[in-house]
């Protein structure tokens, strides 16, 4: 396959731009009128299911792909959120609401996680995903494609 012909695969490095967006137009992410953004699919930088509608797409052409909240980031679950006492945090970090924070995990990886309300002794913590229960507009373009190993 020569590189014209080539579309995107799994293990493939690609330079691209893309947006995500609400179906009524509200933008949560464009690198259109930026710079690109360089990924290399299979490694955790864009969520599984965008990577997902990657695969197969060749150079330099504009697709959207309109996805429910479960195709995307997922659906809420009541049950990442999670009250955490105040002690647990920095005794010099100010919390507030929608304050967005990296919680290190015992594995070594990090989440993040939005203060919803914060009292006297406990901040609530929701670890979902701030899109989730979205549907989202994904476009992309890709302008590069290194190919990858298989992964």
């Not at 997922?74 to 919680?103: K, T």
């Not at 899109?131 to 994904?138: A, G, I, Y």
Request: proline share 9%; charged share 20%.
């Amino acid at each position: 396959m020569s590189k014209l012909e080539h579309s995107v695969g799994p293990g493939d490095t690609i330079l691209l731009h893309y947006q995500l967006s609400s179906p009524d137009g509200t933008e949560f992410e464009n690198t259109f009128d930026d710079e690109p953004v360089e990924l290399t699919l299979g490694q955790g930088e864009l969520a599984w299911n965008l990577e997902q509608c990657l695969i197969g797409l060749p150079l330099n052409e504009r697709h959207v792909f309109m996805l429910e909240p479960a195709q995307a980031f997922g659906c809420f679950d009541e049950r990442l959120v999670q009250r955490l006492p105040l002690a647990d945090f920095p005794p010099d970090m100010a919390l507030a609401p929608q304050m967005m924070i990296e919680f290190q995990l015992p594995n070594g990886t990090t989440m993040p996680g939005t203060i919803q309300a914060i009292d006297q002794s406990e901040a609530v913590v929701d670890f979902n995903h701030p899109l989730s229960d979205c549907p989202v507009h994904f476009e992309v373009e890709v302008l590069k494609i290194i190919p990858g190993k298989i992964m």
